[in-house]
């Protein structure tokens, strides 16, 4: 058995990783035209352009790396079945038992690669190339865009209401732009803070620089009508006096963190698992809505399981025989296979967003559906064929 399995490991994985070098090999040119577009504006030069394509790499990496598996599978497995390799381990004893229990190992294997390169090369590479791309160009990609953040405080015992916003975060982490805007229980604005730049560290304290502070303090009460323009004798004057207040820096305590806000402002593609989870749970303490969010999340949990359901797609072009079409049409059949999973992935997730179903079964329901296929297609196979 130890042969057997040497035999299919080293023929799946060298062909699932011959097509993700073929894959990435497309998408590094067609990224190096884009970036060279980009930048050669500037007449930064191919060099900066290269180097800003190698760090796309592990994020396409990720994104087709299922696919790769289930056209590699497909390749191998039926190239096996061509030259009645596949036949002959059959009569050697490699029931579909034990041939589905091996390509089960091998997927895990699979699903820890894509879950390692996913949350954590990738942001990292993100991170890499928002930096360089800040150096070369002078633009950032990912902190581009702006968040509303919402947090909630107990001031001298009364509850406080805060709501942020961020312009923007460049590469480094640090915040752009950033206004505070405080209410009191009733929802009245009590005060605001508007920084031009901040760093917040990982217990919660924000640094702020350059900050103009404009507090609503409530005026004393007067029955003096001269202060009341055009009114009569013996009003109340219930007016609010503003009060601004320059100051090179202060820190600000707050319970959001620096995860929950990077979260918040990059794109939640680029999330990690963990960060997901972390932002969800933050949206869901403020009342705020989390249903795209934990979408995303549980579709970036059960992605790397993806790995499974293509290897369980490959193994029924095994049982399928030799004359059955060549191995060309057997590997277009996968990559249409493919391409209707990413879709269907896709569509579901957005329909889950607009009719608001339970993300889990959003996520998740694709790749049920492909595995129960495969493996009813496998099940025919083996007893009829």
Partial sequence: MRTVRRLLYRDIVGAVFFVSLAFLSLFFFIDFVDELDNIGRIEAGALKAALLALTDIPGHFYQLFPIAVLIGSIFSLAR???SSEFTILRTGGLGPGRALGLLAYLATAFAALTFFVGDFVVPYFDLQADLMRTRFVGASAQGSRGAWLKDHQLIAGQERSFSINVSQADASGRLQGVRIFEFDDAGGLVSRLAAKQAVVDAKGYWRLSDVTQTDWLAAKQTSDSSD???GMGGGIDARRVVRETKLDELNWKSSLHAGVIAAAVLPATSMSTLELYRYT???SAQEQS???HKIQFW????YPFACF???ALALPFAYLHGRAGGISL????GIMLGISFILLNNVAGHVGILQNWVPWIVATGPSLFYLAL???AFGWLVRYR
Wanted: net charge positive; hydrophobic share 60%; no cysteine.
């Fill in 80 to 82: 096996l079945a061509q």
């Fill in 228 to 230: 009341i323009k055009g």
């Fill in 281 to 283: 749970q933050h949206l």
């Fill in 290 to 292: 989390a249903q795209a």
């Fill in 299 to 302: 579709r970036k949990a059960i």
């Fill in 309 to 311: 359901v293509m290897v």
């Fill in 330 to 333: 057997k590997v277009f059949g």
């Fill in 374 to 376: 495969s493996l009813a």
